[in-house]
């Protein structure tokens, strides 16, 4: 079944660590996106890449980092920069960034402080 | 700018009874439309979705949407409760030429009474 797989399902970080997010697709779709989600509000736009080797920042990108070296893999770094990263991250796809094609999403990964 | 209202943060049916989750967008632009359901620690399954074709969208799950440009409006309805309906719902705008970003609305809690 094609899909969209997130790991780990939950994750720990220590103070001053950078810890790495996982996405991976099987759909084929172009388009990635990560948000993050806090308790009682929409999800918020982190990155967003349209294309293997481009990425753009989106409304919260500070204290995150990415990549997109393939087509089927876009791994999100949380930094020791982002003050608060304690949130249920969701990674989603789509075939184009046109914007009327809707987004695929995983199951989400929740990130907590120890 | 683009954005999105959901009247309700939460809503309280008996099963069996009709549903309504109300949203309100604003847009520049004839955008395109979404309402997705997400179950606890789960991410986001679409709905349904508006593309500027029919007024009256149907979805998965016997739920349905009216588009009314004049209000503004993308109500979710869906006649008959279910206890398995119980979830956030998300109204989601994908506002024209934007590159795939969406805009989501802070999410509305249904809630279904045996």
């Known amino acids: 079944d094609g899909g969209i797989t997130q790991s780990p399902k939950y994750l720990f970080r220590k103070e001053g660590q950078n810890v790495t997010l996982s996405c991976e697709q099987n759909l084929n779709h172009d388009a990635m996106y990560w948000y993050r989600q806090d308790p009682g509000q929409g999800l918020r736009l982190i990155y967003y890449s349209q294309i293997v080797n481009d990425f753009q920042k989106g409304d919260i990108a500070e204290g995150y980092s990415v990549s997109r070296e393939k087509k089927e893999s876009f791994p999100l770094t949380v930094t020791s920069a982002q003050k608060n990263p304690t949130a249920f991250y969701l990674c989603?796809?789509?075939?184009?960034?046109?914007?009327?094609?809707?987004?695929?999403f995983g199951d989400g990964t929740r990130l907590s402080i120890l | 700018a683009q954005s999105v209202t959901q009247l309700d943060s939460h809503v309280s049916v008996s099963e069996g009874t009709p549903v309504l989750l109300r949203c309100n967008y604003s847009?520049?632009?004839?955008?395109?439309l979404f309402w997705y359901v997400q179950h606890p620690n789960k991410g986001l399954q679409l709905l349904l979705k508006y593309t500027s074709a029919a007024t009256l969208v149907k979805g998965i799950n016997g739920f349905e949407a009216e588009f009314k440009k004049s209000e503004t409006s993308f109500h979710l309805t869906k006649p008959s409760a279910h206890m398995s309906d119980a979830a956030e719902y998300f109204c989601?705008?994908?506002?024209?030429?934007?590159?795939?970003?969406?805009?989501f609305g802070q999410g509305t809690e249904l809630s279904v009474k045996p």
């Open positions: 847009s520049s632009y004839s955008p395109s």
């Open positions: 989603a796809s789509s075939p184009g960034g046109t914007g009327d094609q809707p987004q695929h």
């Open positions: 989601v705008v994908s506002p024209y030429n934007q590159g795939g970003k969406l805009i």
